[in-house]
């Protein structure tokens, strides 16, 4: 079984000021994560994702993830949040028993005030 | 200007009306899928089809029905049996193999009157 907690449903920052958005998950199987991007009424865009290559992986506009399985952890973070950063954001996860059963998470609304 | 098309974007239904939402990909993509968005729950999986005229019942699959008669196109049907549809719903399509992500298409919101 897998399951995916995103520990805020909401995050609100200053434009320029870092951005940490938490992800926490579980797996039976070494896990293949992903971290989507969804603007109001818009479908989903993926940022960056993880399949047991480097830890640190960098994605799109900046973002970037590190996973760790110590803490199971899989955390976005971006140095210097912009206002075009304030979206909804999913952490997802992809089972090792399938190729195709992404869990979500709940998501976290990322508010960017100037 | 390969994607995925979702139409319509909006969409109205009267109680006990059944609606067809299409979905259409030039990505060349074998897997295809239906999630159901609804506010604060994420994205929950309704059907999902890997090869055509094959498809499988996702999490929520009551009250729906999907065809997969052609590789680029996966039609979703919303039943007047589904007691709670007014959401947002999202197409997705995939290319076999490992680990590969999702690509969504923009989404149609359906709103039941």
């Known amino acids: 079984a897998q399951s995916v907690t995103q520990l805020d449903s909401h995050v609100s920052v200053s434009e320029g000021t870092p951005v940490l958005l938490r992800c926490n998950y579980s797996?039976?199987?070494?896990?293949?994560l992903f971290w989507y991007v969804q603007h109001p009424n818009k479908g989903l865009q993926l940022l960056l994702k993880?399949?047991?290559?480097?830890?640190l992986v960098k994605g799109i506009n900046g973002f970037e993830a590190e996973f760790k399985k110590s803490e199971t952890s899989f955390h976005l973070t971006k140095p210097s949040a912009h206002m075009s950063d304030a979206a909804e954001y999913f952490c997802?996860?992809?089972?090792?028993?399938?190729?195709?059963?992404?869990?979500f998470g709940k998501g976290t609304l990322l508010t960017v005030n100037p | 200007d390969g994607g995925i098309t979702q139409s319509p974007k909006y969409l109205f239904r009267k109680e006990g009306q059944n609606v067809t939402l299409s979905c259409e990909q030039n990505?060349?993509?074998?897997?295809m899928y239906w999630y159901r968005q609804d506010p604060g729950q994420g994205l929950r999986l309704i059907y999902y089809s890997q090869i055509v005229n094959d498809f499988q019942k996702g999490d929520i699959a009551e009250g729906y029905s999907v065809s997969r008669e052609k590789k680029e196109s996966f039609p979703l049907t919303v039943t007047s049996a589904q007691k709670n549809p007014t959401a947002f719903y999202l197409c997705?399509?995939?290319?076999?193999?490992?680990?590969?992500?999702?690509?969504f298409g923009p989404g149609t919101r359906l709103t039941v009157l």
């Open positions: 997705a399509s995939q290319p076999l193999g490992s680990y590969n992500e999702q690509f």
């Open positions: 990505l060349n993509h074998d897997a």
């Open positions: 797996s039976s199987y070494s896990p293949s």
């Open positions: 997802v996860v992809l089972s090792g028993g399938s190729n195709y059963k992404l869990t």
């Open positions: 993880y399949t047991s290559a480097a830890t």
